[in-house]
């Protein structure tokens, strides 16, 4: 094929792409829905909740889908390619701020008390030269991250500020979650912000948790995750939007009774984990209530590190 | 008049698109999809404030030192296996392998031994590109006529002077074909690299911009690659002409 006709078919495939997806009604008359995920530990929630038939309930039939993460979800929402997604309030709150229509419509993850009563944190940073043992020996130090510009810098920064050091003296490098382990132990990094099923596996080899870097040093009882949407869809079909709170409410409301399903059900998501480390996670805490203070406390963040224009748009990204 | 033709030529099919895209850009409310008008105004300002020696500076080196080290070793390696046909038959299998390796996925091994600094992304550049450059060369080394290495023994030219007037010029048609096919490979290997691990260079920004739902300044970022990858496609044809300017008389005459 020569030049000009092989571009005119890739425009013609994307054209094709971009016109797909959106819901349409199944054979079993359910409404069918996509939402984006991502490929972590929290998505087996989802699974549990198909299972209990809490969608199905709602007329809904949800497919999944796991994205790079939380900004590359967003976009995917906006053009009304998947109807909801998650992602973080970091990302949320920022696309506001460019003038991205995205509203939350039900939490999903954050720190906080889990069922069994302990107080934990979702991300923290791990090291495993025993010099660095809390924020502030992170100074001069390079700190690998999933994503710049999103909650791991944000919330590392506010650790190292309120510890009396210097934030700007902390290098950031981005690289994904699996790739980090490696990173650490090759010594090109100092400490990597991760999360489960990392932290598990790393603790049992021997590297050690720094103090205050938990999210929750940062921002008390932290959002971590938010289930989202586009203004359209909620302008357009209330009722979806309705029955999706719904549904994902019941899920939510069973999961954080019920983490033993969750674990359960993590296989169907991280099929390679080795099944000794699955009974040792540390699950998420699920919430149940979207709060307003944590929101607040990432946009004066975000004001303070000049990623937004103040003021944040919490009212905007609240349902 | 044949030079003014020429360059009309070139430029029509741009600037067609270009007005293409600014018309039917131009109302456009699409968060995704800005009017290429606003794509324009944010270039000033986000790339020649200090972006061009900061990010744009670091990627162009990378390129050059991967490029070059890809260079090295192709046109090395490929002339040798080119020479000798045993060697020949024992590497070809393993370059078959080895090329059809993508190495965005090598980066993470890559990043295991090379770190996480500038030679990982170079080693990645070096690995993509060195294919088409060495298998070239290969080719081109076979490809000299049995009769002009004979014929230039019995005229006593030196080993030196055979390597440079035989073997290197008279592989030269082969090693610039594959050397343009490694500057794009190139190109593209530098904005990968750039997306692990990084902290300045051009595909790191795009990749930001994207992230912190700054589009119009993504695109901005997308454009000026585009525009890299047009002045280093210039600047190779100016070396093409001159390096292989005997190749292209001896074709005229022919």
Known sequence: MNRVGRT????VALTLVAGCGGGGESADGLREVTIGLVPAAVTAAIHVGIDQKFFEQEGLKPSIETGQGGAALLPAVASGQMEFASSTPVSLLMARDRGLKVRAITPWTGDGTSADGTVKSSNVVLAKDPSI??????????????????????????AVRHAGGNPDKVTFVEMGFADMPGALAQGHVDGIWTAEPFITTLVAKGHHAVKQTDNSDAVPDMATQLIFTSQKLIDDDPDLVAAMTRALGKTLAYVKDNPDKVRARIPTVFAELDPAIVKRLDLDVYETQLRREPLERIGRLLELEKWIKPPADIAGLLP | MRFIRSIATATVLPVLLVAAWWFTSLGSDDFFWPPLRDILTEVPSTWFEGRLGADVAPSLLRLSAGYSLALAIGISAGLAIGLSAPLRQYCEPVFEFLRSIPPPVLVPIIMLFAGIGD??????IAFGCVWPILLNSVEGARSIDEVLHDTARVYGLGPAARFRHLLLRGASPHIVTGARQALSIAIILVVISEMFAASNGLGFTIVQFQRSFAIPQMWSGILLLGAIGVILALVFKLVENRVLAWYFGLRRKQ
């Open chain 1, 8 to 11: 005119l078919s890739v425009l």
């Open chain 1, 133 to 158: 043992r809390s924020a502030r020996d992170l100074e001069g130090r390079t700190v690998a991250i999933n994503a710049l510009r999103s909650v791991g810098d944000l919330t590392i920064r506010e």
């Open chain 2, 119 to 124: 030679s990982m992304k170079i080693v990645v």
